[in-house]
């Protein structure tokens, strides 16, 4: 029987990371009302050898198709919880996807190269994290020049950030926005590295 009593119980109902105990809502195919992978994939602009980082893959919901757009190109998973890179990499081996890597944040500095990135995303994350500084820090590092750094909030999320919240973060680490897809209820906003 599943204990969700505590910090899980408190995390569920409320803000911060979402606990890996209920990954596997995070897989029901209701998502793709907000947001469906097909969607992603078009408003991401992927070629096949795009070098891609997804932030908070979780279970790896979107990873699968990802993964699958870009056969030349690699697909780096990223989580602060092992059990859900676990669940991802589980699901992605069973579909025989090879062109992906799993990697444990810490919450702070990526320990990842420089200009590597041809995409970074974040679906529904970036609300959740302390040191969102930082990581805006880091993505502008790791993305190459022209690359884009995909950041969307879906509604029902109670981390969620407003469009004017995600902008003056991000164009204070030297992005530029580029496209907005959706209204403040579901949005994905871009931003390109010049």
């Known amino acids: 029987m599943l204990n969700i009593n505590g910090p899980v119980k408190k995390s569920f109902s409320g803000k911060g990371v979402f606990p890996y105990q209920y990954a596997f809502t ?6 793709n009302i907000f947001l469906s992978p ?3 994939i078009e408003r991401l602009h992927l070629t096949d050898n795009n070098f891609v980082l997804e932030v908070g893959s979780g279970p790896g919901y979107f990873s699968t198709k990802i993964a699958e757009e870009i056969p030349y190109g690699k697909l780096v998973l990223a989580d602060i919880q092992t059990e859900m890179l676990d669940i991802a990499k589980k699901r992605l081996h069973k579909r025989n996807i090879s062109n992906a890597e799993y990697y444990l944040c810490g919450g702070r500095a990526f320990d990842l190269q420089s200009n590597y990135f041809d995409r970074i995303f974040l679906i529904s994350v970036l609300g959740e994290v302390t040191n969102k500084d930082i990581y805006l820090s ?3 590092r790791m993305l190459k020049q022209n690359g884009i750094l995909s950041i969307s909030e879906l509604a029902g999320d109670p981390d969620k950030m407003s469009i004017n ?3 003056i973060l991000a164009e204070k680490y030297n992005f530029n926005f580029s496209e907005l897809f959706g209204t403040e ?3 994905t906003i871009n931003f390109k590295k010049d």
Not at 26 to 31: A, E, G, N
């Open 26 to 31: 995070l897989l029901l195919p209701i998502r």
């Open 38 to 40: 097909k969607k992603l």
């Open 138 to 140: 880091e993505f502008y």
């Open 165 to 167: 919240e995600i902008k």
């Open 185 to 187: 209820r579901n949005y």
